[in-house]
Every structure is written in structure tokens, then in C-alpha cells.
């Protein structure tokens, strides 16, 4: 999105809002309207403090003040040299049961991973309790790191058993589309979620410092007639990944 564009939809956003809040504040959620429209995506570049203050008539205090609000929710980051952009971070809904890949696509970013391994194993007593199998029936397992437009933000363990999924080379860019090619494709799942430091292999593989907050998930997904498909670990970076909760009464 140009610069001017940019500029003229966050003035039409501020001339629209109410006179009665504060200006750092309305021109905090005219720019947090404009980036969540998705008409600016990720790594995208706003104008600096000065070019926006001029062409929008208000002190550099003001948007400075906004700037400092939209980088604390995690909508804008700062880079080297006072450049400031929209932040690489993915919103993941809980209400829906989609893939890693579904998920970075609907933000506008393009999904990838780097494999760190993918073979058949004997499953170990977590894997075991999780699919529901016993200690004879192999398993898939699968490691790689996710990646969104090439910048590492999860490690993931994925493990399958065998019967639906017989051989490593099943499995392309996406484990859920080899499974739905096989007519497995997980239809439910329960979640559990907490968070852990980032050990120095975590750190190696995610590009972040040690003991960086990650929020790490464990997913048993099913099978329509109940059959456990894929259980799942995955690390993510805490800083570039939300969950989100849709709550009613």
C-alpha cells in the first residue's frame, strides 16, 4: 500500500471518529482499523512520526503516543533506524479446527517449513496415551519448524499412526492435506495450552533469545466415528503468535 493511500484511509478513519476522545487515541484506532482491514499486511511499513504528523496536521507527540499504544498490542514494531512496520504477528482462533497453513494464509502471509525430521518410530508412553495405540503399532513422527513468509514462529511434533499414514513420503508441504488425500482428515480436537521458557535448542530453532515466553499446545485430533488421528506438540513464539477466545452467555 503506497504511502499517500496509506495516509488518505487513516484520515478518513480519524474524520469519522469521536470528538470526545482523546486525538493520540482516535488516531490509535484509525491506524488499528486500517491494519486489521488487512489493507496493510505484515512487514508492511507505515510513514515515520514526521511525514504522518505533517500530513495529518498533528504534533509528533501525538503519533508518537499512538505509535508506543499500537506497538504494545502488538500491531506495530519498531526496526533498526526508526523504521516502523506492521507487526509479524498471526491471531489464532480456538473456535475452528484449521491448519497451521490455513491459518497464515488468511492473514496474507505465505506458509513454510523446514523439516528437522520425518520417520517411522516406535511411539513413547506420551504418544501412546494420547493416540490410544499400544507400544506395537508404529507411528509417524514428524518435526519441523513453521514458518510465516520465511520467519520462523513454531516448532512442531507432529505423531501419526501408521495405519493412516504409511510412509514418510506421504507427506508433502502439509500433513492435513496428505491425510484428507487418504480420507483421514481430522474433523474435531481437544486442546490444552500452556507456557514454557525457550530452551537454547528452542532458541536456535525459532531465531529468538533463551528464555523467551513460548505458548506451547498439545492437540489430539479425531476422526468422525472417534479415533484418534494425530497428536500433536507445537512451541510457538509467544511474541508473534496470539490465541484468541470467542466467550458468549
Not at 515466553?213 to 500433536?232: A, H, I, M, N
Request: glycine share 6%.
Amino acid at each position: 500500500m503506497a504511502t499517500s493511500d496509506i495516509i488518505k484511509r487513516v484520515r478518513a478513519e480519524l474524520a469519522g471518529s469521536a470528538t470526545d476522545i482523546p486525538l493520540y487515541k482516535r488516531l490509535k484506532t484509525a491506524i488499528e482499523t486500517v491494519i486489521l482491514s488487512n489493507e496493510l499486511h505484515a512487514g508492511e511499513r507505515l510513514p515515520g512520526e514526521r511525514a504522518l504528523a505533517e500530513s495529518l496536521g498533528l504534533s509528533r507527540v501525538t503519533v508518537r503516543k499512538s505509535f508506543a499504544l499500537l506497538e504494545e498490542d502488538g500491531l506495530l514494531a519498531r526496526r533498526h533506524g526508526a523504521r516502523t512496520e506492521v507487526a509479524s504477528k498471526v491471531e489464532k482462533t480456538l473456535s475452528n479446527l484449521t491448519s497451521f497453513s490455513e491459518d497464515i494464509r488468511s492473514r496474507g502471509m505465505e506458509p513454510g517449513c523446514i523439516w528437522l525430521s520425518k520417520q517411522m518410530s516406535r511411539p513413547s508412553p506420551t504418544e501412546m496415551m494420547a493416540l490410544g495405540i499400544g507400544s506395537s503399532e508404529s507411528i509417524l513422527r514428524m518435526q519441523r519448524i513453521r514458518t510465516a513468509d520465511g520467519k520462523p514462529i513454531a516448532v512442531e511434533i507432529a505423531s501419526v499412526p501408521q495405519r493412516f499414514l504409511p510412509a514418510p513420503e506421504l507427506v508433502g508441504h502439509s500433513l492435513y492435506d496428505a491425510l484428507e488425500k487418504r480420507g483421514y482428515l481430522p474433523q474435531r480436537a481437544i486442546q490444552r495450552m500452556r507456557t514454557r521458557s525457550a530452551s537454547q535448542e528452542d532458541s536456535d530453532r525459532l531465531s529468538c533469545p533463551p528464555l523467551t515466553p513460548l505458548l506451547v499446545t498439545e492437540r489430539r485430533c479425531f476422526l468422525p466415528q472417534g479415533d484418534v488421528v494425530e497428536y500433536c506438540e507445537t512451541r510457538y513464539r509467544g511474541d508473534v503468535y496470539d490465541f484468541v477466545f470467542e466467550l458468549r452467555r
